[in-house]
């Protein structure tokens, strides 16, 4: 499996934008790119936050779910090199500020 450059099916609705993070996310722990004892937990507690960070977009709260994804990218930082290898940590990242910048986040 190939986890590349794609394009998402929509590059303005939010809550399309967080499912393809999602599913970015979902892919590398299918190629082991989130690793280790604990990584079941880290995963869940990363879905959390972009589920939630898609309730708030989809209500109209953007403060909120810019601090959501925040989160999001803290709790990557974090876990970076531990559960998390490189590859992983550039690509939701790389995906998570660009949501970031849709919701109008400097």
Do not use: C
Not at 16 to 31: E, I, N, T, Y
């Amino acid at each position: 499996m190939t986890v590349g450059p794609t394009q998402p099916l929509s590059l303005t609705d939010i809550g399309q934008l967080l499912d393809f993070l999602a599913s970015l996310k979902h892919q590398a722990v299918s190629l082991g790119w989130i690793y280790g004892p604990g990584s079941d937990g880290i995963v869940q507690s990363l879905d959390a936050k972009l589920t939630a960070a898609k309730a708030s977009a989809a209500s109209g709260d953007d403060k909120t779910a810019i601090n959501q994804l925040n989160a999001f990218i803290n709790e990557l930082q974090a876990q970076r090199g531990k559960h998390l290898n490189d590859n992983a940590f550039y690509l939701l990242q790389a995906n998570a500020q660009f949501i970031l910048s849709k919701l109008g986040s400097p």
